[in-house]
């Protein structure tokens, strides 16, 4: 038995590299088809497979996950550079505490990278990340048009599989295409191959750097995965809160409008910022709002 991690998956076939870095196109066993998808492959699964005599696979069985992405699905993703520019477009500090969300959420380790450092003075981009240094985030600050930054990317993507996320035009293609020239194109030829055009039927790949590691070409995450978290759950997604959290007068505070507030009290003197918690406030009412709809 061999054993592999699934760097692609379409129409039935799965496409699993080996430890010596050879790929495989193999078929699923028919026991783990008919296992209620639970086990079904899926890009980033670590595999057992039998080699046939024809060089291609058969998969016997999938590793259990460490953890899951959906929309698109991807397994065993350890990290997410969440990607902003440092201009064009302006840093959404919205957006951004929904991405750091969805990925304490998914339990990933988290850098935020700060692209476009080339459009900004140095002291001025890094002073945008520093409240979220404060918190204890990892950053990278980066130009993908001058390469600031790179060497240290490369660094951190070094043996871990990762994945970008962020909005669009904040430099995600421009930044992969700079780590190592040529790595996006991979995916490109694919859709051409099999006629479809790359903005229909997305096929996740895992792309591997020369220096070790692999990044997974999909967004990340979108912003609905949000629906599926409980108000109560919202405060452990905040780092800088876990200090205050159990420490409320009333067992079920919400940390909105009741009395005895430990995390109010912590925004009082200023070791939560009014900006986090005023988007804590705004995602536990849409939370709250998408559980009202659902009837709860
Ligand atoms: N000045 C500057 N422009 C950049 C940088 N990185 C990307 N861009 C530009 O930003 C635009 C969007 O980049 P792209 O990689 O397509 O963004 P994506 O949507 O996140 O993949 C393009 O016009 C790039 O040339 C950078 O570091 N500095
Ligand atoms: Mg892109
Ligand atoms: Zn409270």
Do not use: W
């Amino acid at each position: 038995m061999n054993s592999g991690i699934v760097i692609k998956a379409y129409s039935g076939f799965y496409y699993v590299k080996d430890e010596l870095g050879v790929i495989f196109q193999c078929k699923l066993r028919g026991r783990l088809k008919r296992d209620k998808n639970k086990n079904t492959a899926i890009p980033g699964d670590r595999v057992q497979f039998e080699e046939l005599s024809d060089g291609s696979g058969v998969i016997e069985e999938v590793i259990p996950r460490t953890t899951l992405l959906t929309r698109p699905a991807v397994a065993n993703v350890e990290q997410v550079i969440i990607t902003f520019a440092a201009q064009k477009p302006d840093l959404n500090y919205k957006l951004l505490d929904q991405f750091l969300i969805m990925a304490e959420a998914s339990e990933l380790h988290i850098v935020i990278c700060l692209n476009k450092m080339d459009l900004v003075d140095e002291s001025a981009g890094r002073a945008f990340l520093k409240l979220y240094e404060n918190i204890g985030y990892p950053t990278i600050y980066c130009s993908a048009k001058t390469s600031y930054g790179i060497k240290e990317m490369q660094n951190l993507l070094h043996d871990k599989i990762s994945v970008f996320a962020g909005a669009s035009g904040v430099g995600k293609s421009a930044l992969l295409n700079a780590i190592q020239p040529g790595l996006k194109l991979q995916t490109g030829e694919v859709s051409k191959k099999i006629k479809r055009g790359t903005h229909t039927t997305r096929h996740v790949e895992l792309l591997q750097l020369h220096g070790g590691g692999m990044v997974a070409d999909t967004p990340g995450f979108s912003y609905f995965e949000m629906e599926t978290l409980a108000p109560e759950e919202l405060p452990y997604l905040f780092p800088e809160m876990s200090e205050g959290i159990g420490c409320c007068r009333y067992q079920d505070c919400t940390h909105d409008h009741e009395p005895g507030c430990a995390i109010k009290e912590m925004v009082n003197k200023g070791a939560i910022t009014e900006n986090r918690y005023e988007n804590y406030i705004i995602f536990l009412k849409e939370i709250q709002e998408k559980e009202r709809e659902r009837g709860y």
